[in-house]
């Protein structure tokens, strides 16, 4: 049997995602939304049209083995999947490919790999699922290196322990979510830790990224379940101690936590688990317009509550999710329990919404021991639109459509007077860029102090264009952005292509004292250079 293999061009596996005539009906509504009569379908990219430079370098004969060199493998190992990714593959553009893949089977096979790196000026990317969308996976341009590799650590997949009296996990650094997730269930556990691109993407990377999950309060981040980590660097190993908490200084663990690779590849963490949820109840709420539910989200968030799900849409993005026809705001809101009934929570938190004028479902607060209970109705429309959008992102760029999303966080206080002036901009961007197109927010996180919005833009393209208007758009936006003190990424990272407003935001000083950790644990700037800063 054939294997199964991941589109290099775009999200999921070649098998996956819309057919030809799905993506034909999704081009004629677009043409219909827009009045546009020239949205025709570009083909996918086949391995077959790309024409890779040559390898510039080989790898020692103990380490060839578990080194590729094929198109494909380079190919797949050069993008990650932002729509700036997606729109150079259908380009069939690769003009600066890796000129190796590494498959480590183990961490003495990663460390021999670093090592044959760091000593011939190698340039190494970690590569966990690929599923970054900022630029955090490509190689680096420019620089005197030798030559560029992708150490892909798919093949370090394993939970390797559980203690099940702490409740937690000695888990390899490449799992991938779904496989992660069937290893722990057999133990009654789960790391509840849901990205968008879970399905595609790694503990480690999960680590490296400082990646948002499930929670949309209390538990955002992946933070907030590392205990240990085991990080392999091109000056030795570091390991941190177990530990529920401690006071001892500067912590060790979260020096790698969102390091992207700059400074170590994660091969083990222990993880905090959760018992797997049994009890569960969710309602939709209806709100005459965006700025009361966020009053509402406030309460909630400020009551300590902590819903598992509390996702306010707007209008537009409501309609976009099939939440309802346009016509209202929805708060999506879910609690989840592995120990008791719901009912008193859900009840308080519809009374916030009450309370800012929310229209509450009838048999709202009940508790529920099925997982319908947060997929039906409005709420499991939206669900549905999260986990599919990444399928439908190559059909966009296939039509030439532009489409890109800015998340980022604020306070409260500020929250008003930022998301007006952010979606004028978007607005006036889109409109003074590409003459017509859709702008839409959402809340992806709710804390005491204030919410992670999350904008949406899509617009027609012009042919042969789409990359510059999505540059223009993406420079005015961010840089607003910035200006209004907000954050250049809530949970999407860094990477290359956020590095411009990173720089801004980051403090001077503490940019000093993080260029000289990476001469001490990476004297040579091998790893991931142009991730976070300059080498």
């Known amino acids: 049997m054939a294997e199964r293999r991941r589109k290099f061009w775009g999200w999921g596996y070649e098998d996956q995602g819309p057919n030809a005539e799905q993506k034909q009906r999704m081009a004629e509504r677009m043409a219909k939304r827009f009045g546009r009569a020239d949205l025709t379908l570009t083909p996918a990219p086949t391995e077959a049209e790309l024409n890779l430079r040559t390898p510039r370098i080989k790898p020692p004969a103990a380490l060839a083995p578990i080194c590729s060199s094929t ?20 380009r069939r553009d690769f003009p600066n490919p890796f000129d190796l893949v590494a498959f480590p089977r183990d961490e003495p ?17 970690p590569y966990g699922g690929g599923s970054s969308v900022t630029g955090g996976v490509e190689p680096p341009y420019g620089g005197d290196y030798r030559g560029a590799v992708s150490i892909d650590l798919g093949r370090l997949d394993r939970v390797l322990e559980v203690d099940q009296v702490s409740r937690a996990a000695r888990i390899q ?13 057999p133990h009654g556990y789960t790391l509840r830790h849901y990205p968008q691109s879970f399905e595609f993407s790694s503990l480690g ?18 933070d907030d379940f590392v205990e240990a980590l085991r990080v392999v660097t091109p000056s030795g190993l570091i390991e941190s101690r177990r530990l529920p908490g401690s006071g001892a200084g500067p912590s060790p663990d979260r020096l790698f936590i969102g390091s992207e690779g700059t400074l170590g590849i994660i091969t083990e963490a222990w993880m905090r688990l959760q018992d797997r949820p049994t009890f569960r109840a969710g309602a939709s709420v209806a709100f005459a317009d965006f700025a009361a539910g966020a009053r509402a989200v406030r309460a909630i968030a400020q009551a300590g509550l902590y819903p598992a799900n509390c996702r306010l849409l707007d209008a537009g993005e409501a309609a976009n999710a099939g939440a309802n026809q ?11 329990s592995a120990d008791h009934p719901l009912e008193p929570w ?12 929310g229209v509450i479902p009838p048999d709202a607060a009940a508790t529920r021991t099925d997982a319908a209970a947060t ?9 549905n639109a999260f986990l599919n959008a990444p399928y439908l992102r190559d059909a966009v760029v296939a039509m030439g459509m ?18 007006a002036r952010l979606m004028a901009v978007a607005r006036d961007a889109v409109m003074r860029v590409c003459g017509q197109g859709t702008v839409t927010v959402r809340f992806t996180h709710a804390y005491p102090d204030g919410p992670a919005p999350y904008y949406t833009i899509l617009a027609p393209g012009k042919r042969g264009s789409e990359l510059e208007q999505w540059d223009e758009i993406k420079q005015v936006v961010s840089d607003e952005l910035i200006n209004l003190g907000g954050t250049i990424t809530h949970h999407h990272s860094v990477g290359r292509d956020h590095r411009p407003w990173y720089d801004r935001q980051r403090p001077d000083g503490f940019a000093a004292a993080l260029k000289a950790a990476k001469r001490a644990l990476d004297p040579r700037a091998i790893l991931n250079p142009g991730v976070l800063f300059d080498p």
């Not at 650094?173 to 290893?183: F, K, N, S, T, Y």
């Not at 997929?375 to 669900?383: D, I, P």
Request: glycine share 10%.
């Open 71 to 90: 198109v494909f493998d380079r190919a797949n190992h050069s993008y990650g999947k932002s729509y700036r990714d997606i729109v150079r593959a259908f």
């Open 109 to 125: 096979e990663l460390i021999r790999v670093l090592e044959w790196c760091d000593a011939e000026r190698i340039a190494a990317s």
């Open 173 to 185: 650094g490449g799992v991938l979510g779904p496989a992660l997730e069937d290893q722990l269930r």
């Open 205 to 222: 990377g999960w680590i490296a990224t400082r990646s948002g999950g499930h929670f949309a309060t209390l538990y955002t981040h992946i």
């Open 326 to 336: 346009g016509e209202a705001a929805v708060l999506v809101l879910a609690f989840e």
């Open 346 to 357: 859900m009840k308080r938190a519809l009374e916030c919404c009450a309370d800012f004028g």
């Open 375 to 383: 997929h039906e109705g409005a709420a499991g429309a939206w669900r």
């Open 402 to 419: 532009v489409s890109e999303t800015f998340e980022t966080a604020t306070t409260w206080d500020r929250f008003d007077e930022f998301n």
